[in-house]
């Protein structure tokens, strides 16, 4: 999706934009947010399944990326345009900054927040129903936000555990 496309759904979708026109998502019950600069590389698979499952349920997910390009050495992004392909989008990352996901590829979102995240990349992630949303930053943080205080307490410590238990074992 274009800038402009991706703005749309998300209001059509019941988000506000700030002035720099990207979504208000922090205005939750709660917004938690989890430092990544701690984060042991080896265990991404993990946690990148963790924030797409975070997610669910959803029956579309936006995954808007709003920043690239802050560490080129770290962006592969012919691997990201190869993937890109599989789905028939052939366009580059600046024309159309959106990917939105049905609910049966939360596997496909994971991998692309893997690959987000590996980048550096800032980017949020909006569902349809939102039940939660999330935010990631080159800055190494994670934002989850949601009304759900079980959710809440589950992102508050989700890198207290192995990125890949499923939520609700995590203490």
Same mark, same amino acid.
């Given at each position: 999706m274009t800038q402009q496309e991706s703005r749309v759904w998300s209001e059509g979708h019941g988000?506000?934009?700030?002035s720099?026109?990207?979504?208000v998502i922090g205005e939750r019950k709660h917004s938690v947010v989890t430092p990544l600069s701690?984060?042991?590389?080896?265990?991404?698979?993990?946690l990148s399944e963790y924030i797409a499952s975070y997610l669910v349920?959803?029956?579309?997910?936006?995954?808007?990326?709003?920043?690239?390009?802050?560490? @080129?050495?770290?962006?592969?992004?012919?691997l990201f345009y190869r993937l890109r392909e599989s789905y028939g989008e052939h366009r580059q990352l600046?024309?159309?900054?959106?990917?939105?996901f049905l609910k049966h590829e939360s596997s496909d979102l994971a991998t692309f927040i893997?690959?987000?995240?590996?980048? @550096?990349?800032?980017?949020?992630?909006?569902t349809s129903p939102t039940y939660q949303t999330a935010f990631v930053s080159h800055d190494e943080y994670i934002q989850f936000c949601t009304?759900?205080?079980e959710a809440a307490h589950e992102a508050r410590?989700?890198?207290?555990?192995?990125? @890949?238990t499923p939520l609700t074992e995590q203490k």
């Open positions: 988000f506000r934009m700030d720099s026109g990207y979504p701690g984060v042991n590389w080896s265990k991404l698979t993990g349920p959803f029956d579309k997910c936006l995954l808007w990326v709003t920043l690239w390009g802050v560490w @080129g050495s770290s962006e592969n992004l012919h600046a024309d159309a900054p959106g990917h939105l893997q690959l987000a995240l590996i980048f @550096g990349w800032d980017f949020y992630l909006l009304d759900n205080a410590h989700c890198l207290d555990a192995d990125p @890949g």
